[in-house]
């Protein structure tokens, strides 16, 4: 298998703009054309449920045991048979390629680089097999249950066959939500800029350049059939009549009888459906309301995860817990890992760092990640992930 290249380095500059996420992501606002942005940035309707997932992380205060002495912190985990350097992987996000030329396989390298696992989202502008060929590992994959259920066996199949550590079966995309800002912005696949917003794009002129070439070549990689003469904005007219509603948990089981390596569900927030995982030999969960861009209103992801992470434990059940959605400093992954995740995975911040300076904009995001955690760590006294427990954690009045 090829050797994943060294990994981009941030430059001094990058470093001294973007000294946290929410700095990468005004950066990431200021390159990107408006549609762009947004279609990474929004969420569903009012956007309440996007807020809240980020707030909601401060619903716990963090109790700090300065005497309990951590002078050097291990963030090591084991996740599904693999060490990751740190709790902290890249969750699938579609369309990378859009904000940088090659996008996937740039954030695939960063965390390859990083010591930690990339998944790759089923809406990849590269193949999985591209990636794959890459060698950028650990490597996970997203599928969905399709009305074709033969396209899902097939796309499970090809993961296998390219070597991929983990199947990720995304469940809460059936129906499309309400993204009331691409629908302000017009926002298409692939997107299209008339002369006045060319005119008002100075700022942007450097990614229009830059996506010169792999715009014109901009595609979903893994549903583009040989030979098919298909265009993009035609396979993402369809791309919501191809996903089942009607899907139920007997699919689950025969995705965990074709599928022999570990098998993980995203999307589920509500206890009873994790216990069912459980039950059906699924290898973990994630906790997730798809980053705030399908049902608004919705729980958010920090309120859920301790309702799954006990249901699961009570049952005697010791299935990792993963959770997303509005993760924005290494204060939430510790408070995540302290009520009780084993891990968490970011979408929009790779994003944005990618957006900003490809490869070495993710790998400086995994970087400010996880320096924020390991600070948090050693002030409250956590020598290791495991140390993280409800016990550093002071619940505090409802978030508003």
């Given at each position: ?6 990994p ?12 946290d996420?929410?700095?990468m992501?005004?950066?990431a ?7 762009v942005?947004d ?9 309440w ?12 205060a963090l ?7 951590s ?19 890249i969750g699938?996000t579609?369309?990378?390629g ?30 999985l ?12 994959m ?7 259920r033969g ?47 060319l005119a ?10 830059r996506?010169r070439?792999?715009?014109?070549g ?22 919501g ?25 995203k ?20 906790v ?10 919705a ?5 859920a995860?301790?309702?799954v ?6 049952a005697?059940?010791?299935m ?14 510790a408070t995540?890992?302290?009520?009780g995740?084993s ?8 994003l944005w760092?990618?957006a ?10 995994l970087a ?7 600070t948090a ?6 020598r290791?992930?495991?140390d ?13």
């Open positions: 298998m090829p050797a994943t290249p060294s981009a380095e941030p430059s001094a500059a990058l470093r001294r703009r973007a000294v996420v929410d700095a992501r005004t950066l606002r200021r390159v990107l054309p408006r549609p942005f279609f990474a940035d929004g969420g569903a309707e009012s956007e449920t996007l807020r809240r997932n980020e707030s909601a992380w401060r619903a716990h109790l700090p045991r300065p005497l309990d002495g002078p050097a912190r291990d963030l090591t985990v084991t996740l599904l048979g693999r060490t990751l350097s740190m709790p902290i992987m699938p579609g369309l990378a859009l904000f940088w030329p090659d996008g996937e396989l740039a954030s695939a390298r960063a965390a390859a680089a990083a010591g930690t696992a990339y998944c790759l989202s089923h809406g990849s502008v590269c193949t097999e591209a990636l794959a060929a890459q060698g950028s590992a650990p490597r996970w997203q599928v969905f249950v399709y009305r074709d396209f899902t066996r097939e796309l499970t199949d090809r993961a296998a066959a390219a070597g991929y550590d983990a199947l990720v079966l995304t469940v809460d995309n059936q129906l499309l939500g309400n993204r009331l800002r691409d629908r302000r912005n017009g926002f298409g696949i692939p997107p299209r800029f008339g002369p006045l917003q008002g794009m100075a700022r942007q002129l450097p990614w229009l350049w996506m070439r792999a715009l014109r901009l595609t979903f990689g893994n549903y583009v059939r040989p030979g098919s003469t298909e265009s993009l904005a035609t396979l993402a007219g369809r791309m009549s191809l996903l089942d509603p009607a899907m139920d948990w007997d699919d689950v089981r025969a995705l965990r009888e074709r599928w022999r390596g570990p098998l993980v569900i999307g589920l927030l509500h206890p009873d459906e994790a216990l069912q995982a459980a039950r059906l030999g699924v290898d973990a969960v994630v997730s309301n798809h980053g705030g861009r399908q049902l608004d209103g729980v958010s992801s920090a309120e995860l301790p309702r992470v006990d249901a699961l434990r009570e005697g059940s010791a990792p817990v993963l959770v997303d959605g509005g993760v924005r400093r290494g204060g939430d992954v995540a890992l302290a009520l995740a891990a968490v995975l970011v979408g929009r911040p790779q760092g990618l900003v300076a490809g490869e070495a904009g993710v790998a400086h995001v400010l990640l996880r320096t924020e955690l390991d760590m050693g002030l409250l006294g956590a290791r992930v495991a993280l427990d409800r016990s550093r954690l002071v619940p505090l009045a409802p978030v508003r």
